[in-house]
């Protein structure tokens, strides 16, 4: 398991191979906790190629490619909320989306943000536990006919930078 993925911001070039990824990693990685007709409603979401375009450039998005392939990708929007955060099926556990995590949370705190909002889904609430997220309240989210629950999480990043403890010399 390794954190060190090489990241990089989005680039609408990009768009395409990331819809394919978000649809991906719906389909494989949430059907214990979304049911088919849930996921696909979900997945829908991203079939505008134009709009999930304009959703990755207005937040500031990290794209984790290696050897050409997509690994994963997550935004943070707003500075204090992690909008998405998906991993290819194929690299599930194996550190992706903890190193885009690490990333997003240190951009956030380094320009200011206290804490960081997450609206998880049940897939990934225990990820987001694991980081220290505390859940603040469930949510119903309409999407097509479905509806599809989520958890509102929060963390409190860790404080100034200029606070860090010296090392010895």
Do not use: C
């Not at 070039?13 to 719906?26: G, N, P, V």
């Not at 049911?35 to 079939?47: F, G, L, Y």
């Not at 134009?50 to 943070?76: C, I, M, P, W």
Request: aromatic residues 8%.
């Amino acid at each position: 398991m390794s954190d060190d993925y090489p990241l990089r911001p989005f680039l609408p070039a990009d768009t395409m191979a990331l819809r394919d990824l978000f649809a991906q990693s719906i389909d494989e990685l949430t059907a214990d906790d979304y049911d088919e007709d849930q996921r696909v409603a979900w997945a829908a979401s991203a079939e505008d190629a134009a709009e999930f375009r304009s959703r990755l450039a207005e937040a500031l998005t990290l794209v984790v490619q290696l050897d050409g392939e997509y690994l994963g990708f997550g935004s943070l929007k707003d500075n204090k909320t992690i909008d998405m955060l998906y991993v290819h099926p194929d690299y599930a556990g194996e550190g992706v989306g903890s190193a885009l995590a690490d990333a997003l949370e240190k951009i956030a705190g380094a320009r200011g943000a206290d804490t960081l909002t997450v609206d998880a889904s049940d897939t990934a609430v225990p990820f987001f536990e694991r980081r220290g997220y505390v859940a603040t309240q469930r949510n119903s989210v309409p999407l097509d006919d479905q509806w599809l629950s989520n958890t509102t999480m929060i963390k409190r990043l860790a404080e100034s930078p200029d606070k860090k403890p010296s090392k010895p010399s």
